[in-house]
């Protein structure tokens, strides 16, 4: 089977890994990645001074299966625990302890566990998969640059739902309704770096949804570089998409006032600071299945949407989106 798979996120690359193991070589697998590299919403900033994880901030682990994938990469070095000091500022304007689980992050940054499984697999970056056509020879792909690859007998669509919609929908992919059930919201990330130390109670703070609703210092991360202090801020979802399309340094401006105000430091001190406009980073709502398939046409759509969103979401939504493909390859 020649297979492709559209996104270098988790689960296209889990997709990939998992479909590699089971069929001989992975020869017939091509990844697709419209970015530079691998790592999608669990992606790290780098620049001269700092580093920043400005997507996914940490995972949880509630299913067995994840919880043995996030045991080897602990094993192999690409995942640990974050046991920092983490609060929840109510609205009433109290501070309590942020409960949850246990939390994990991909080290040394938040991409490095991703790009370990990518080792190996066939990944053609800075290709923007932008049609899928049905022809005698199988699934033809047509890039961004006008170059098509043929002959595909199944794609798995590893990308956030409203862009699973616009590659699917023409296909006449049979569950596109589906697809559409699920809804994603924007986030917008400010990113600050300090050459000093700033002295703050917590390494997470959340709030209420507004322009900070995050705050997390991502140097007190396992294993990230010790000089300084990088800070992250989210704003909250509601706050995100009403006001997603404003002048980014507006935007900025006003994040990095509100989360002064939070932390009791004038943070617009930072040596560095910028903006980054995620349009679909977390899931309000899921399209509540793993994974979706038109089985006669021998397409899948995974993804973290599928099951509620979520580092695990993808995982799971990529494996079982593999197995699927691996049944298929059976029959
Ligand atoms: C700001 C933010 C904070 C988050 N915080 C957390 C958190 O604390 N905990 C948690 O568990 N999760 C968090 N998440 C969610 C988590 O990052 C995702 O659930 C997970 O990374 C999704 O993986 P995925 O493979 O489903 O999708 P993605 O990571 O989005 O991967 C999809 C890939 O497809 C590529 N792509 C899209 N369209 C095309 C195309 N046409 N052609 C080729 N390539 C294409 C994209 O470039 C991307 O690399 C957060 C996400 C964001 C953005």
């Not at 996120?9 to 970015?35: M, R, Y």
């Not at 047509?142 to 669509?157: M, N, P, R, S």
């Not at 929908?169 to 309704?177: L, N, S, V, W």
Request: charged share 25%.
């Amino acid at each position: 089977m020649k297979i492709a798979i559209i996104g270098a996120g988790l689960s296209g690359i889990v997709a990939a890994k998992t479909l590699s193991a089971k069929l001989s070589g992975h020869h017939g697998i091509s990844v697709f990645e419209k970015s530079r590299g691998a790592g999608g919403r669990m992606s790290t900033r780098r620049t001269d001074d700092f580093e920043f994880d400005h997507g996914a901030q940490y995972f949880t682990v509630r299913d067995p299966a994840f919880k043995a994938a996030v045991d080897h990469a602990i094993d192999q070095g690409h995942v640990n625990r974050w046991d920092g000091t983490t609060k929840y500022l109510k609205a009433d304007g109290t501070i309590e302890e942020d409960k949850g689980g246990k939390r994990y992050v991909s080290t040394p940054r938040m991409n490095s566990w991703i790009k370990a499984m990518s080792n190996g697999l066939n990944i053609q970056t800075q290709a923007r998969v932008s049609k899928l056509v049905s022809t005698d020879n199988g699934w033809t792909l047509k890039l961004e640059d006008d170059t098509a690859q043929t002959g595909f007998d199944t794609v798995i669509c590893a990308v956030p739902s409203p862009q699973a919609e616009v590659l699917l929908a023409p296909t006449g992919f049979d569950k596109i309704e589906d697809i559409t059930t699920a809804k994603m919201d924007a986030c917008l990330a400010v990113m600050l770096g300090f050459d000093k130390t700033l002295n703050l109670p917590w390494d997470t703070l959340r709030s209420p949804d507004g322009p900070a609703s995050w705050i997390a210092v991502n140097s007190a991360k396992p294993d990230r570089p010790q000089t300084g202090t990088t800070l992250m801020i989210h704003a909250g979802p509601k706050w995100s998409n009403n006001n997603v399309e404003r002048d980014k340094s507006e935007l900025k401006a006003e994040m990095i006032t509100v989360a002064s105000r939070l932390t009791g430091h004038d943070l617009t001190q930072a040596k560095y600071g910028t903006i980054h406009r995620w349009l679909y980073a977390a899931v309000s709502q899921g399209a509540g299945q793993t994974y979706l398939a038109d089985d006669k046409a021998k397409l899948v759509a995974c993804g973290d949407w599928c099951l509620g969103g979520r580092v695990e979401g993808a995982w799971l939504s990529g494996k079982a989106a593999a197995e699927l493909v691996l049944k298929w390859s059976d029959a």
